[in-house]
């Protein structure tokens, strides 16, 4: 398929860089919320449709038609098709040919970079400056699948002289994944790469608040030389077309990332379906752990107020619980306190925001009502919360102290840039209050002492843990890393070889002969 979704009039070389140069191209954007299934756009005689909207100015930013059960039944036909084309010996059942096109694609759209940015920023609030961060990351994802694929290799077994013994990794086949809105880009590409490297065809349905980057992947994907049907892209809402994917009876796996109650409901409808493989990536509430042996204060602050705010605090792994050495407490609020006034809230368009919008005006409800019902039954907060002031889904950054281990804003995931204060004054305290969770995505903990940091890398309960000795802003996962939540943050691998191994099936292969 051609091309044309370049921006007219933008200098592909030259990079945007203030708000007018941002705003001008995204009036040159074409928005095209058309499903794609079997290698083309189309959706013209779907009945149904719905908008994205604005957080920034409430107003839509495109309109598109609504998949459900019929339109789920065509994209999983034209992806059991393509399974069914690229059967041994096609090229697509080849690793060396899915290596490529992976590949190629990964440089697609690093090359479309700014379209893709765009595309996230203008549908879910995103400041466009860590949008084109996550592009460069979803890209490195397509590249990690690839560097992973050495792990679908045969295993040969020891066996008799008149016999060969074999463990193979198989494609589940059709493989359906539902995404959500906080990192659209990065988290379809996180599940697309390795799902297709592994040799399965997909079905994917983006979150209806930002389908649009998705949509456009499938687009460059074509072009990169991925046969028709191995990528289907169905928009829609999740209580009718997610719901008619999970139930789906010729959908083989299900990979989600979403909230927990979702993730329950699609475990459900999985098992009281066909049984499909499924694996949950849900909601966390993940602990930032200060001991009073780390000399850098200041630059921890830094991080902590990063670590609640980034992606104005919509991220799953939000270091959204803040524990910290009792004789460090009050040093450390003050510190919190001009670094969350020193963030920029803006429009996400100017490259000057380091804090945007959150995602939709439902979201802002339930940040505000998280804070409100904190602060009605006494707890202080450090910030400036004035609920009346808020402009449009704009909400300023909190940290909530004097709140009980069991309070709602202490147990459940806020999704906004707002985290909770509480002291410790022995590292066994620190680690209980730590894993006083139902979740466990992730743990960060400065801390100098190796073998404490050691006990702690042991005794908390997450996905990942992140131990730092000296000050780190944003610490990246290593190339290569694999994890698996805890509790009710999920299950199944995501990451390095054993992520990709999660979307493949182990069968067992002799061969005795005479
Ligand atoms: P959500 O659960 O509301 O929606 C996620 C996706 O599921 C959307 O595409 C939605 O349309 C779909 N969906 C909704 N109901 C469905 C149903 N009944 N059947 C099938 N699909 C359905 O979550 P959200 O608000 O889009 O995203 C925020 C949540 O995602 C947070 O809880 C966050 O922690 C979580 N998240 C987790 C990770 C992780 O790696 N663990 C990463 C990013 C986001």
């Known amino acids: 398929m051609q091309d044309t979704h370049d921006t007219p009039g933008a200098d592909r070389a030259g990079i945007a860089r203030s708000l007018v140069d941002w705003t001008q191209r995204a009036h040159q954007l074409s928005l095209d919320g058309r499903p794609f299934i079997d290698g083309r756009r189309d959706g013209a005689a779907w009945a149904a449709r719905f908008a994205c909207i604005s957080p920034q100015d409430g107003k839509p930013v495109t309109e598109m038609p609504r998949g459900g059960r019929a339109e789920i039944d065509s994209a999983v036909a034209a992806a059991r098709t393509a399974l069914a084309r690229s059967a041994v010996p096609s090229e697509w059942a080849d690793h060396a040919t899915r290596a490529t096109v992976l590949l190629r694609l990964a440089d697609a759209v690093q090359a479309h970079a700014e379209e893709l940015a765009l595309l996230d920023s203008l549908c879910m609030g995103m400041p466009i400056s860590g949008a084109l961060a996550d592009v460069a990351e979803a890209a490195g994802t397509l590249r990690h699948a690839v560097d992973a694929m050495p792990a679908l290799e045969d295993e040969t077994l020891p066996s008799r002289p008149s016999a060969t013994a074999m463990n193979r990794r198989m494609p589940h086949g059709v493989v359906g994944l539902v995404t959500p809105w906080n990192f659209p880009l990065f988290t379809a590409l996180a599940k697309i790469g390795p799902a297709l490297a592994a040799g399965n065809a997909v079905v994917l349905k983006p979150s209806e608040l930002a389908p649009l980057s998705a949509l456009r992947v499938a687009d460059l994907a074509i072009t990169c030389g991925l046969p028709p049907g191995v990528l289907n892209v169905v928009p829609g809402l999740g209580a009718e077309a997610g719901q ?13 990332t979403g909230s927990t109650l979702t993730g329950q409901r699609i475990m459900q409808t999985a098992g009281s379906s066909n049984l499909k493989a499924v694996m949950l990536e849900c909601g966390g509430k993940s602990p930032q752990i200060v001991f009073d042996d780390f000399g850098d204060l200041p630059a921890v602050a830094d991080a902590l107020v990063q670590g609640f705010t980034w992606n104005s605090g919509q991220v799953c792994v ?23 006034h020193a963030l920029h809230t803006g429009d996400p368009l100017d490259p000057a925001t380091t804090l945007g919008p959150l995602a939709s005006t439902a979201q802002w409800a339930k940040v505000n009502g998280f804070v409100r019902d904190a602060l009605a039954g006494g707890a202080r907060a450090l910030g400036v919360y004035d609920a009346a002031a808020a402009a449009a889904c704009h909400f300023r950054p909190l940290v909530i102290e004097g709140v009980g281990a069991e309070s709602p804003i202490v147990q459940e995931e806020v999704f906004g840039p707002v985290a909770t204060l509480q002291s410790f004054d022995t590292p066994d305290e620190a680690l209980a209050l730590a894993n006083a969770t139902r979740y466990g995505l992730s743990a960060s903990v400065w801390v100098a002492d190796d073998k404490l940091a050691d006990h702690f890398a042991r005794g908390l309960r997450a996905g990942t843990v992140t131990l730092m000795a000296a000050p780190q802003a944003a610490p990246a996962m290593a190339r290569g890393a694999s994890s698996e939540p805890v509790g009710l943050s999920g299950f199944g691998v995501e990451g390095g070889r054993a992520g990709l191994l999660t979307y493949a099936r182990m069968r067992h292969v002799a061969r005795l002969r005479s």
Not at 246 to 255: F, G, Y
Not at 318 to 332: E, N
């Open 318 to 340: 939000a270091g959204s619980r803040i524990l910290v050495h009792r004789s460090l407490h009050d040093r450390l609020a003050r510190l919190l306190e001009e670094r969350m």
């Open 244 to 256: 008619a994917l999970a139930a789906h009876p010729d959908v083989d796996a299900l990979s989600f």
